[in-house]
């Protein structure tokens, strides 16, 4: 799979329910971001957590990264409407010569 | 207010017909980017600039020009369009020459060539 995939590819759940989801890669990292995408529109910048930091958290929001697995999980608790959207990891590359690379996303739809 | 600005919003183009997208930011912002996204295929970066005068490419290069003249803007130019290159295309930005801050993205531009 290619760097910064997600998973799973696609989430429903009912309104006030935890949602996860995952994102693996492959090279070294300076740091992953997390995004979200309404329709449509521009991504919006969730978390940012560098290879040193193991969590970080913002709101409802927890990410968690573990650089010996390769991975981070988007946690969003007591899920809500308006959280229906597309999430990104973006993964930051340590060598400077490589690109930053965006998953193809997770597609979050909360149910009422 | 802290943005990213993208002209034009909406595009419908002929094959051949050369286009500039711009983008501004106005946050003093070093790194700039431009990514397009295709379904199934996520963001894909085309090419990026780390500061004034720096640009390199990305991912998916290929069809596509940039210039860096002035830190806020990093117009996407295509010499020649071909349908190949319809797509949402999303300009980025963000603090520093290293990439260890967030992106701001633009609103972004759906482009479409016949």
């Known amino acids: 799979s290619q760097q910064g995939e997600e998973d799973p590819q696609a989430l429903s759940i009912q309104e006030g329910e935890n949602a996860t989801m995952n994102c693996s890669y492959k090279t070294s990292i300076n740091n992953l971001q997390w995004y979200r995408q309404n329709s449509g529109r521009g991504l919006v910048h969730l978390i940012l957590?560098?290879?040193?930091?193991r969590e970080k958290h913002s709101g409802r929001l927890r990410v968690t990264l573990d650089t010996s697995k390769k991975s981070s999980s988007l946690l969003i608790t007591a899920s809500r409407a308006a959280d229906t959207a597309s999430y990104f990891c973006a993964t930051v590359p340590q060598n400077r010569d490589d690109k930053i690379i965006f998953g193809k996303g997770t597609r979050l739809h909360i149910l009422p | 207010e802290a943005q990213v600005t993208q002209n034009p919003r909406y595009l419908i183009t002929v094959t051949g017909k050369k286009l500039t997208v711009t983008c501004s930011q106005n946050?003093?912002?070093?790194?700039m980017s431009w990514y397009r996204q295709d379904p199934g295929l996520g963001l894909r970066q085309i090419y990026y600039?780390?500061?004034?005068?720096?640009?390199d490419k990305g991912d998916v290069p290929e069809g596509y020009k940039v210039s860096r003249k002035e830190k806020r803007n990093f117009p996407l130019i295509l010499e020649s369009p071909s349908p190949n290159q319809t797509s949402l295309y999303f300009c980025a930005s963000s603090y520093g020459q290293d990439r260890s801050y967030e992106q701001y993205f633009g609103p972004g531009t759906r482009l479409t060539v016949t």
């Open positions: 600039s780390m500061n004034v005068e720096v640009t």
């Open positions: 946050m003093n912002h070093e790194y």
């Open positions: 957590i560098r290879s040193n930091e």
